[in-house]
C-alpha cells in the first residue's frame, strides 16, 4: 500500500478538475447559447459542430493516452503535460468566446477550429490528470477521498461555470453580452492557470508502472483495454451519464425560459446542479465504501428516475409561497435529482482509478495514459452528444428565440424527461456488469473477458 496523502494533495488534485472544467461546464451550459442567440449561428450548424468536433476525440484521446504511457521526464509521467498546457488552454478557451464579426460561413469554420482546439488542449491535460489517481495511491479508501475531493473540484466549477456566468456577463459587459462573455473568460482562465499550478507543484506519482516505454505497443495494448471488463463499464457508464447531463445541462435554459415561462429559475436551477455536486462530494464515498460501485450506482440511479418522474409531475403545478419567498414545487425534485446522480460522479472517478488495477491483474501492465484516455473520450463525447442532442432538440422543435410556439415548447419539454430517463435506465443496466467490488481478485477467473 502507498503512503497515505496529504490533505493539500487531496485539495490539489481535487481542484485540479476545477482547472480544467471550468471552462468545460462553461461551454457546456453557454456555448450553444453564445453560438445561437449571442452570435446568431443557426442551431443545426452549431449542433453538427458540437458532434463532428467530439467524436473526432474517439481519435485524439487515445493518442494523447498511449504519449503518457510513454512519456518519461524528471517531473514524472504525468506533471509534464499540466505545466505546458495550462497557458494554451486557457488562451483558446479566451477564444472560443470571442467570435469575429465576420460572415456566417467564417464565423462557423472559426467556431469550429477554437472549439476542436479547446478539446484538444483539454485531453492534453484532463487524460494525465485522470491517469495521475492510480498512480498517487493503491488505497481505495484514498482513492474515493480523491474522488470525493475531485467531486468538489468539479462542483466549484460548475458554480462558477453555470450560476455565476450569466450574472457576470451582465456586470461585466455592460449591457453588451459578446463584451460579457469575452470578460467573464479573462477571469475564469486565470482562475484555472492557479488551479492547475497548485496540481502541478502539490501532486506527486507514487506508483510506477514498472515496464520501460520501449516496451509498450500501442495496437496490443488498445486491444487488451478493450478487453478489460471493469474499463468498459466504466466507458459506458461514464457516456450515458454525460450525454444526459449534456443535454439537460444545454436544455434546461430552454426547458425553464419557454416550458415552464419562468426564465427567474435559469440561475436557480443551473446552481442546484452544482450544488448537488458539492453535496454529494461528502455523502457519495461513505455510501460506495458501504454498498459498493454496482449497488450504490444502480440505487442512484433507480432513486433518480423516480425523481425525474416527481418534476415532470410538477413543472405546472402552482407556486407555493412561503412568505415572501416563491417556490416552484419541481425544484424540490430537481434539487434531489441533482444529488442522487451527483453520487455516480464520485462512482465514476473511482471506478477509472480502479480499471488500471484490475488490467494489471489481468495483463501484468498497468497503462493509465490509455485507460484514463478512454474515460476522458466517453467524458467529452458524452457531453458532445448531448449538446449536440441538445440543439437537435431545438431544430427539431422549430424553436425561433422571439416567437417559440406551444408545439415547440411540448417538444422541448417531452424530450428533456424522455432523453434523460432513458439513458438513466442505460446506466443502471451497464453498471450491472462492474466487475470489481468485493473479493473481485479471487473471482478474476470468472470474471475475466
Known amino acids: 500500500m502507498s503512503d497515505r496523502l496529504s490533505l493539500a494533495e487531496r485539495a490539489s488534485y481535487g481542484f485540479g478538475d476545477f482547472g480544467y472544467s471550468l471552462a468545460y461546464n462553461m461551454a457546456g451550459a453557454f456555448l450553444l447559447y453564445y453560438y445561437t442567440t449571442v452570435v446568431g449561428l443557426p442551431a443545426a450548424a452549431v449542433g453538427t459542430i458540437f458532434l463532428v468536433a467530439r467524436l473526432l476525440d474517439a ?35 479566451i477564444a472560443t468566446f470571442n467570435v469575429p464579426h465576420w460572415s456566417q460561413g467564417a464565423q462557423l469554420v472559426y467556431a469550429f477550429l477554437t472549439f476542436k482546439a479547446l478539446g484538444i488542449i483539454m485531453s492534453l491535460g484532463s487524460i494525465p490528470y485522470t491517469a495521475l489517481m492510480p498512480m498517487m495511491t493503491d488505497d481505495p479508501a484514498d482513492r474515493l477521498r480523491l474522488g470525493g475531493w475531485r467531486s468538489i473540484g468539479t462542483s466549484v466549477g460548475v458554480i462558477l461555470g453555470t450560476a455565476a456566468t450569466m450574472p457576470l456577463v451582465g456586470a461585466l459587459g455592460g449591457g453588451n453580452e459578446a463584451h460579457g462573455f469575452f470578460a467573464v473568460t479573462l477571469l475564469f482562465g486565470a482562475l484555472s492557470l492557479f488551479a492547475l499550478a497548485m496540481l502541478f507543484r502539490n501532486c506527486r506519482e507514487r506508483i510506477a508502472d514498472e515496464a520501460p516505454a520501449s516496451a509498450f505497443r500501442a495496437l496490443p495494448a488498445i486491444g487488451q483495454m478493450l478487453r478489460n471488463r471493469a474499463w468498459a463499464v466504466c466507458f459506458g457508464f461514464c457516456l450515458l451519464y454525460f450525454i444526459r447531463f449534456g443535454a439537460m445541462l444545454g436544455l434546461t435554459i430552454f426547458y425553464a425560459k419557454d416550458v415552464v415561462q419562468k426564465p427567474w429559475l435559469i440561475p436557480v436551477m443551473l446552481p442546484m446542479v452544482s450544488g448537488g455536486l458539492l453535496l454529494a462530494a461528502f455523502i457519495a464515498p461513505p455510501i460506495l465504501a458501504r454498498t459498493g460501485i454496482r449497488k450504490g450506482c444502480i440505487g442512484a440511479v433507480v432513486l433518480a428516475l423516480a425523481l425525474l418522474a416527481a418534476m415532470a409531475g410538477l413543472d405546472h403545478a402552482a407556486d407555493w409561497q412561503i412568505g415572501a419567498l416563491t417556490v416552484p414545487p419541481l425544484l424540490l425534485p430537481y434539487f434531489a435529482f441533482s444529488i442522487v446522480t451527483s453520487v455516480t460522479i464520485t462512482g465514476i472517478f473511482s471506478m477509472a482509478a480502479a480499471t488500471a488495477d484490475y488490467h494489471q491483474a489481468l495483463f501484468g501492465v498497468r497503462h493509465e495514459g490509455l485507460l484514463s484516455s478512454g474515460i476522458s473520450t466517453s467524458t467529452k463525447v458524452g457531453m458532445a452528444v448531448g449538446s449536440a442532442l441538445g ?34 435506465t442505460l446506466q443502471a443496466g451497464v453498471v450491472w456488469f462492474w466487475p470489481m467490488d468485493g473479493t473481485w481478485r479471487d473471482r478474476l477467473g470468472t470474471l475475466a473477458p
Do not use: C, E, H, N
Open 59 to 93: 481519435v485524439i484521446d487515445p493518442l494523447v493516452g498511449i504519449a503518457v504511457d510513454k512519456t518519461r521526464s524528471r517531473w514524472g509521467r504525468t506533471r509534464p503535460y499540466f505545466l505546458f498546457t495550462a497557458v494554451p488552454y486557457v488562451v483558446v478557451f
Open 391 to 424: 440543439a437537435f432538440v431545438l431544430a427539431w422543435a422549430g424553436y425561433q428565440p422571439d416567437a417559440v410556439s406551444d408545439a415547440a415548447r411540448s417538444d422541448i419539454r417531452s424530450a428533456y424527461f424522455l432523453v434523460a430517463g432513458g439513458l438513466l
